[in-house]
Each structure stands twice: as C-alpha cells, then as structure tokens.
T-cell receptor, first 117, second 114 residues
Framework: GAGVSQSPSNKVTEKGKDVELRCDPI?????LYWYRQRLGQGLEFLIY????????KSGLPSDRFSAERTGESVSTLTIQRTQQEDSAVYLC???????????????FGPGTRLTVL | AQKVTQAQTEISVVEKEDVTLDCVYE???????LFWYKQPPSGELVFLIR??????QNEISGRYSWNFQKSTSSFNFTITASQVVDSAVYFC???????????FGTGTSLTVIP
C-alpha cells in the first residue's frame, strides 16, 4: 500500500479483556516496529521484526504483551488482561530494514488509540 | 549509551517568528543517523529528514533548516517565518549500527500563535 496502516483506529475495552491491534506495513519493507506513546509522552519502543530473524522483544513491558508477524507482512500486537495503564496510542512503523550496517528511515502508521476502562 | 535529549518541552512563538528546536544526542557508534519527525495534532508521525554522521552539511528545505554539528553532538532544527500549521510535537531520533532500535527524544511541543 501507499503507507503504513493500522486498525482499529480506536479501541475501548474493559479492564481484564484481551485486545489485538493490527499493522499493515509498506509493501517491500522488511522491518517493522511497534511503539507505545502515552498521553503527552515520547515514543516507547516495544518490539522489532526484521525479515525472518527472531524479533527483538526487549521493549515489551510485561508478559501480557506479545506480537507476531507473518513473513514480511501483517503484524498483530496482542495485550492480554488489559490494565488501565495500558491506555495509550500504539504506533507501528516500517522500514526497508537494516541494510549495509544502518537502520533505514521509519515510516509510521496513524496509530491505534487504546482506552482501557 | 544511546540517548537523545530534547531539553525544550514546550515552545510558543508568534506567527512569522523564527524558532529553533534543539536536539542533543549521545552514541558510541561512529556511523549513525539522525532524524526529525513531526507529529501534528492528528497524531500521525511524519518523517522530515534523515542525516548520516558523515555529512555535516547543513540542509535547507523551504522554511526548514537543520544544523548538524558533531563537535557538540547536536542536530538542531530551525523553522523560519513560522506558521500556524507548524504547530505540532517534533521528535528528534537516533539510529546506529550496533542495534536495530531507534532512540527518540521526548519531543518538543511547538505552538505557533496567529
């Protein structure tokens, strides 16, 4: 597609429920990132996928968070047993990947605004 | 450590004034990239510029200009003759060659008052 797309754009859920957020990267981009942005805060790295390599999960805040990616396409971020502190905008970005010793420019999706009541 | 510092949390200027957003970085890498992103009220992060560590030439794009100085580890962003549409949060970011992460600053919220 023309850009990174994310769905849903907004999600309201009750505490304790599971949620699944989706990201469609730019076609041809091998790298995919998930970030969390709390209200008025900067970006917090969650997880990174590069091709078929094992993902870098070092930013996931707890074992309630997990993410999957099918090949070099769609990714889903799952939050189990949501808590109120999970309320944030979840941003996905994709890039051409880690090429020639550097990380290429990231292009961001519009984000999913998650509200946990 | 890899780190980006944007010391200015919020800036307000009157339309047509010039404004400079500061960015200071720390990195162990000899080759690295610096970025600026704009996040307007709509929320979507928009890529503005990428600069590699070997290129210290300043860049100008319309009303935007960037001053990269390795000696002070800074990559400052100037908007000339600011406009209301420039109101946004601006993020500076760093990526290197020893990892796959981007390191974002905490952002500077710019408000341009008409």
């Amino acid at each position: 597609g023309a850009g990174v797309s994310q769905s849903p754009s907004n999600k309201v859920t009750e505490k304790g429920k599971d949620v699944e957020l989706r990201c469609d990267p730019i076609s041809g981009h091998t790298a995919l990132y998930w970030y969390r942005q709390r209200l008025g805060q900067g970006l917090e790295f969650l997880i990174y996928f590069q091709g078929n390599s094992a993902p870098d999960k070092s930013g996931l805040p707890s074992d309630r968070f997990s993410a999957e990616r099918t090949g070099e396409s769609v990714s889903t971020l799952t939050i189990q047993r949501t808590q109120q502190e999970d309320s944030a905008v979840y941003l996905c970005a994709s890039s051409l990947g880690f090429l020639a010793g550097h990380t290429d420019t990231q292009y961001f999706g519009p984000g999913t605004r998650l509200t946990v009541l | 450590a890899q780190k980006v510092t944007q010391a200015q949390t919020e800036i307000s200027v009157v339309e047509k004034e010039d404004v400079t957003l500061d960015c200071v970085y720390e990195t162990r890498d000899t080759t690295y990239y610096l970025f600026w992103y704009k996040q307007p009220p709509s929320g979507e992060l928009v890529f503005l510029i990428r600069r590699n560590s070997f290129d210290e030439q300043n860049e100008i794009s319309g009303r935007y200009s960037w001053n990269f100085q390795k000696s002070t580890s800074s990559f400052n962003f100037t908007i000339t003759a600011s406009q209301v549409v420039d109101s946004a949060v601006y993020f500076c970011a760093l990526s290197g060659t020893t990892g796959n992460q981007f390191y974002f600053g905490t952002g500077t919220s710019l408000t341009v008052i008409p």
